[in-house]
C-alpha cells in the first residue's frame, strides 16, 4: 500500500539551531514528493516539491529538501530557524496518474525555543 | 483576495443535522478537492471535481454529497451528522496538469458535531 511517515511527532529546536524534519515513502514507483506547512488555525502552504532531476530542492521560506530513493526518504532541512517556522509540517507524495490526491504523513509538530 | 475562501469557518451542531460547508476559488484552476483532518491532524482526500465533473470519490459515506455548480465552486453538504464527523475540512485547488499535487488550500472549516 502507498503511504508517507513521518517518524517524528514533536520537534524542538532553538531558534538559530537548523533543523530537519524526516520523511519517508513507500510506493510501487517514485511518487511526486511535496511538503507542506500549516500554521496555527490556517489552510496548508506549499514549502517544495519533487518530480524528478536535481535530488537537493529549494522551496520557499530558506527551506530545502532531499531525495534520496535508497532510503525511500525526502528530508526537509532549514539551516538556521526562526521562532516563526513554529509550525505543523507535512510530507506528501503521488504519483503522476494520481492527480491530486495526496497521501500526506502524519505531520511533525514543530516549535521553537527562543 | 483570498485564493481559496470557505465559509463557514466555524460550525456547530447537534447530531442528526444536515449542513453544508462552500468554496470558491479566483485562481482559475481547473481541479478543486474537499480534504478531511481529524482531531490527530491526519489529513484524507475526500472528492475531487475537474471542471465540474468528480474524478476522485473516496471511501466516504452517502451522506456527503459534493456539489460543482462551476468550475470555481464546490461545496460539501452533509446529511445526518454524526459525532465522528466532527473535524476540519479543508477545500483546495489545482491547475490542470502532469504535476498536479501542487494544491492550494483554504483557510479550513472546523465542524463540531455535539
Known amino acids: 500500500a502507498q503511504s508517507v511517515t513521518q517518524p517524528d511527532i514533536h520537534i524542538t529546536v532553538s531558534e538559530g539551531a537548523s533543523l530537519e524534519l524526516r520523511c519517508n515513502y513507500s510506493y510501487g514507483a517514485t511518487p511526486y514528493l511535496f511538503w507542506y506547512v500549516q500554521s496555527p488555525g490556517q489552510g496548508l502552504q506549499l514549502l517544495l516539491k519533487?518530480?524528478?532531476?536535481?535530488?537537493l530542492v529549494q522551496g520557499i521560506k530558506g527551506f530545502e529538501a532531499e531525495f534520496k530513493r535508497s532510503q525511500s526518504s525526502f528530508n526537509l532541512r532549514k539551516p538556521s530557524v526562526h521562532w516563526s517556522d513554529a509550525a505543523e509540517y507535512f510530507c506528501?507524495?503521488?504519483?503522476?496518474?494520481?492527480?491530486?490526491?495526496?497521501?500526506f504523513g502524519q505531520g511533525t509538530e514543530l516549535s521553537v525555543k527562543p | 483576495d483570498t485564493a481559496v475562501s470557505q465559509t463557514p469557518k466555524y460550525l456547530v451542531t447537534q447530531m442528526g443535522n444536515d449542513k453544508s460547508i462552500k468554496c470558491e476559488q479566483n485562481?482559475?484552476?481547473?481541479?478543486m478537492y474537499w480534504y478531511k483532518q481529524d482531531s490527530k491532524k491526519f489529513l484524507k482526500i475526500m472528492f475531487s471535481y475537474n471542471n465540474k465533473e468528480l474524478i476522485i470519490n473516496e471511501t466516504v459515506p452517502n451522506r456527503f454529497s459534493p456539489k460543482s455548480p462551476d468550475k470555481a465552486h464546490l461545496n460539501l453538504h452533509i446529511n445526518s451528522l454524526e459525532l465522528g464527523d466532527s473535524a476540519v475540512y479543508f477545500c483546495?485547488?489545482?491547475?490542470?496538469?502532469?504535476?498536479?499535487?501542487?494544491?492550494?488550500f483554504g483557510e479550513g472549516s472546523r465542524l463540531t458535531v455535539l
Open positions: 519533487y518530480f524528478s532531476g536535481d535530488t
Open positions: 485562481l482559475g484552476h481547473d481541479t
Open positions: 506528501a507524495g503521488n504519483l503522476y496518474n494520481q492527480g491530486g490526491k495526496l497521501i
Open positions: 483546495a485547488s489545482s491547475s490542470a496538469g502532469a504535476h498536479t499535487g501542487e494544491l492550494f
